[in-house]
């Protein structure tokens, strides 16, 4: 057996030249200090991209879209096709950890300032690939056309459609004509399955290849220490087997969600009955939603929902600029600026979600 | 002698005090010296008794004895009454409670607004009346007491004065060319019609059913003959006993009827497709239905069971017997549903009653097969229907299996009217259908069970490998990093 | 799980942890693969059944028949009539819920059970039945036929 693997690995390198590429990660280091564990949430929300791929790609073999036939084929292959409720509720079950993974990812890099020079495009295409992710869950959770997904589609696209000038062409554009229909599922369909992932396979690349180029980033607070003072350990071999490891775990974890907690199919979506009670978006767009619904009729002379719209547009830019606004950190200084806004939006973000949970 | 002369003061009394009555009253005086119709007829007037004047009517001035001024308009002659005017000139009165007790009369006063209300009341052809007056059918000038056998509303008149109108085919046309015309030639060969040509006063006519002033149409959820209303109709003599005593019949029906499947059926859940007493009996025409005729009155509704029950070997069995037919098992006015204790072999079945091991012995063996299919129809189905509420409740998919499971439910409504036919063969092919139906359901619903856990046990296997090979990996990569 | 071709020893080859290592690897892989396998299998019924709508093409049913079809979890009676028109009814009977059927030789829509019988608009006409028939409509789509609940 081993003999055999070497000969295949002797037949690689002599034509790719694999062990230059394992030199290299051999030689790359990942700095071990108290906060070391953050750096596996990256790898966990590429675990679990990799996840979605496989399973989507799968569930793409039976999925029918179209506004009588989506329902349907997702009913078919939860009762009809073997194993097609664990990989229909993998996805689902996988697509919210991803979401839930890429944010520790992106506020553990935030607080520890990794997005410091030299690392501001690391940081910007991540920031993409975050919003590129909140584009996949909210087009596919309308994939299924179910009652919730499909009014949850109809306010979601509404909220864009208040933006001032460039709003209703938006919207008009977003549900391919006035109202969630068929169009919509149509177009949200093509979006989840083409133009989203060739974006985001594109970004991780970049994303991927900065990472490996300019390795892990270093904590403020070790930056002045010597090179030999720094405690660290090889990228190769183990680093990589410790994030293999927590991959098995994640996985026995989706595994034992889509046991235990099926996702629900609910009824299928009818555009001509009232909206159920109880109506919320996903998680990780509750508290916007949220913070839409405490904002008065108007603030100031303008229509309070778009002062929502344009305080969260707002507060996002500021938040992926960070690298450029953020000059102490960059010089090696501690930014207290940068603590506090991020800890107000955490708490702010936790609050709301929390209260738009049980509300 | 004595007892003549007594007579003959009464008579001269009588006379007495009549002239002494009118003595009076000039209009009287004068139109009885002229011999016309209506003074004629108002001697025997219940009016006329009571001292009542042409002219509380007909107006005028009934003191004087001058033509001129009796019948003067200035002292309010009116002459003749038409139309509505009638009526109201009766009200004037008799809608007075206080008026009548004047006259000792116990008579009710709700009349002309009863009739306001009744189908009576709609606007004739003429477009300026009522269809009916008081005067339609109490007569003028020479009207009685109800109780007077002269009055046209006495019971034993009654009929014939409804049928004037209502069995002329072109008088009816002008107010409701549906409405049948034949009520009264039902009504002869009915029982209580037959009872009626003899002089019974007390056997139902028009109005013992219809009421009297505030009659109203059948489809009026108030009238008295509203289906859901005319079993307490016909109640009303036929739970009387002693009403009844005379006739001989029992007076249990509607005490039965409430509690009967048809009964629960049409007054408390206002059904009204179910029938009341004259969709059996009839309703003008009402007899009870007769030994033949039972299968037909039943089978307008319960067609099929009536259908498969003649071509049965029973009905000419039933029929040398002079059993009726679906009464039989089923009782008539507390038919009960029917469970499918009905059949079988057991102490509560019917069939024993005839058949039995050493008598009748092949229909002893049908019904005994028939029961054991039936049992294990609904055994069967109901074991896939806890089946599959055990799958569902395992949150497994089984909305197809369960929809599947409506086919032995209709099998086992079909075998309860198949039953009738009280052919083995026929029995079986329908119960069998639904066995392999429910028995098909029950894999199905296994299937899905069995895949539950599956699925648990699955994922069990499933973790203990991923934990394995978690542990030697990070065993693995301990060694790694101690080297 | 490669490891180290270069380092591999003697010692290495029996090493029981390993053997572990690999032989559950393999077991792990084999617990992805036979779900993906099994979900690749083509399932008993190949294809999804619209349930509502789509009842089918024109020219699939004749002239003066009915079809049942399966709407959500109730059938549904789709009648073709002699003149080539279609109609659609619950085929719940609403006598005791037995499902109906078109009988060309009545030209009606009867019930097994007991001899119900509706006219083609869905009528109530003979029998134990206390209410009409719930009717669904018909549309043509090209050859398609769609059934709606009105």
């Not at chain 2, 039995?356 to 012995?361: A, F, L, R, V």
């Not at chain 3, 559950?24 to 399932?43: Q, R, T």
């Amino acid at each position: 057996m081993n003999k055999f693997s070497s000969r295949v690995y002797q037949w690689m390198d002599e034509r790719f030249h694999l062990s230059d590429a394992i030199d290299f990660m051999k030689k790359k280091y990942v700095p071990v200090h108290r906060h070391s564990v953050w750096y596996y949430f990256g790898g966990v929300s590429l675990f679990l991209f990799i996840i979605q791929v496989v399973t989507g790609i799968l569930l793409l073999m039976y999925y029918k879209s179209g506004e009588d036939q989506a329902f349907e084929s997702i009913h078919f292959i939860m009762s009809k096709v073997q194993f097609g409720w664990l990989i229909r509720s993998i996805h689902s079950w996988a697509a919210n950890l991803f979401i839930l993974a890429a944010m520790i990812h992106m506020f553990s890099v935030y607080f520890e300032r990794a997005y410091r020079k030299p690392r501001e495009l690391t940081w910007f295409t991540g920031m993409l690939m975050f919003f590129v992710g909140l584009t996949f869950g909210f087009s596919g959770y309308l994939l299924p056309w179910n009652e919730l997904a499909y009014f949850a589609t109809k306010v979601g696209t509404d909220i864009a459609g208040v933006i001032p000038i460039i709003g209703e062409p938006m919207l008009y554009f977003l549900r391919g004509g006035e109202d969630v229909t068929g169009a919509t599922l149509s177009r949200f369909f093509g979006l989840h399955v083409a133009v989203l992932p060739a974006v985001f396979t594109v970004l991780l690349g970049v994303h991927l290849l900065f990472v490996q180029i300019q390795g892990m980033s270093t904590p403020l607070h070790m930056q002045h220490l010597e090179e030999h003072e720094i405690k660290k350990m090889p990228f190769f071999p183990n680093f990589v087997l410790r994030d293999l490891l927590l991959w098995l775990i994640v996985l026995n974890i989706l595994a034992i969600l889509a046991v235990y907690f099926p996702w629900e199919l609910g009824r299928k979506a009818d555009p001509f009955m009232p909206a159920p009670a109880g109506i919320k978006p996903e998680w990780y767009f509750l508290f916007m939603f949220q913070t839409l619904k405490y904002i008065p009729g108007h603030v100031l002379f303008i229509d309070g929902e778009l002062f929502g719209i344009l305080m969260f547009g707002l507060g996002g830019l500021l938040w992926t600029m960070v690298p450029i606004w953020d000059r102490k950190s960059a010089e090696g200084k501690r930014n207290k600026t940068v603590t506090y806004f991020g800890l107000l939006i955490v708490i702010f973000i936790i609050t709301l979600t929390i209260v738009g949970w049980l509300v | 002698m004595k007892t003549s002369g007594t007579f003959l003061l009464f008579i001269l009394a009588v006379m007495v005090s009549a002239r002494v009555v009118r003595a009076d009253d000039q209009c009287y005086v004068c139109h009885s010296g002229l011999g016309d119709e209506p003074s004629q007829k108002f001697v025997v007037d219940i009016h006329f008794k009571k001292g009542i004047s042409c002219a509380a009517c007909h107006g005028g001035d009934s003191k004087s004895d001058d033509m001129d001024i009796a019948m003067a308009k200035k002292n309010g002659y009116a002459g003749v009454p038409k139309g509505d005017a009638i009526s109201t000139k009766c009200a004037e009165c008799h809608s007075s409670a206080e008026t009548m007790k004047k006259y000792g009369s116990s008579l009710k006063t709700d009349q002309w607004d009863e009739l306001q209300k009744s189908v009576h009341a709609k606007v004739s052809f003429t477009g300026k009346e009522h269809i009916a007056q008081c005067t339609t059918c109490h007569g003028s000038h020479g009207i009685v007491s109800v109780r007077n056998p002269a009055s046209p509303v006495y019971p034993s008149n009654v009929t014939r004065l409804c049928s004037q109108c209502h069995s002329s085919a072109a008088f009816m046309r002008a107010y409701n060319p549906a409405l049948p015309v034949d009520q009264m030639e039902k009504y002869k060969t009915s029982v209580h019609g037959m009872k009626h040509a003899k002089g019974d006063i007390k056997v139902a006519e028009c109005a013992s059913c219809h009421g009297s002033h505030g009659i109203r149409s059948v489809n009026d959820t108030r009238s008295t003959i509203y289906p859901a209303n005319l079993p307490m109709t016909c109640a009303k003599c036929h739970s009387d006993a002693a009403y009844l005593k005379n006739y001989k019949i029992p007076t249990d029906q509607f005490e039965k009827f409430k509690l009967s499947v048809h009964g629960i059926a049409l007054l408390e859940k206002k059904d009204l497709s179910a029938p009341a007493c004259n969709d059996c009996h009839g309703n003008h025409g009402a007899t009870p239905p007769g030994v033949q005729s039972i299968s037909k009155v039943c089978g307008t509704c319960h067609a099929l069971n009536a259908e498969l029950f003649s071509a049965s070997p029973h009905k000419k069995a039933f029929d040398e017997q002079k059993l009726p037919e679906c009464e039989t098992c089923h009782s008539n006015h507390d038919i009960r549903h029917a469970t499918d204790e009905l059949v079988g072999t057991s102490g509560s079945a019917i069939c024993i009653k005839c058949h039995s091991e050493s008598k009748n012995t092949k229909g002893f063996a049908v019904a005994k097969t028939m029961r054991a299919l039936i049992d294990s129809l609904q055994s069967q189905q109901k074991i896939a229907e806890l089946l599959i509420t055990d799958a569902e409740q395992k949150g497994m998919e089984v909305s197809e299996a369960k929809f599947k499971l409506r086919d032995a439910h209709q099998a086992r409504l079909q075998s309860r009217t198949m039953v009738h036919s009280f052919n083995e063969k026929q029995f079986r092919e329908i119960v069998s259908t639904g066995i392999t139906v429910a028995g098909f359901v029950q894999g199905e619903a296994r299937n899905s069970i069995d895949e539950y856990y599956f699925r648990r046990k699955g994922l069990g296997i499933a973790t203990v490998i991923i934990t394995i090979l978690v542990i030697s990996l990070y065993l693995y990569i301990r060694r790694v990093e101690t080297e | 799980m490669v490891e180290h071709p270069a380092r591999e020893t003697q010692k290495d080859k029996r090493d029981f942890l390993k053997l572990i290592l690999v032989g559950s690897s393999f077991a792990w892989l084999a617990s992805i693969i036979y779900p993906v396998i099994s979900y690749l299998k083509p399932p008993k019924q190949s294809e999804v059944v619209v349930k509502s709508v789509k009842a089918g093409k024109i020219s699939d049913f004749a002239n003066d028949s009915g079809t049942i079809i399966k709407f959500g979890s109730k059938p549904v009676l789709l009648i073709r009539n002699a003149n080539g028109e279609f109609k659609a009814f619950s085929a719940t009977c609403t006598h005791l819920d037995c499902t109906v059927q078109y009988r060309n030789d009545f030209g009606l829509i009867w019930c097994a059970c007991h001899n119900g019988k509706y006219d083609l608009n869905g009528r109530n006409v003979s029998g134990p039945p206390p209410r009409p028939l719930e009717a669904f409509v018909v549309t043509l789509q090209g050859d398609d036929i769609l059934i709606h609940k009105s």
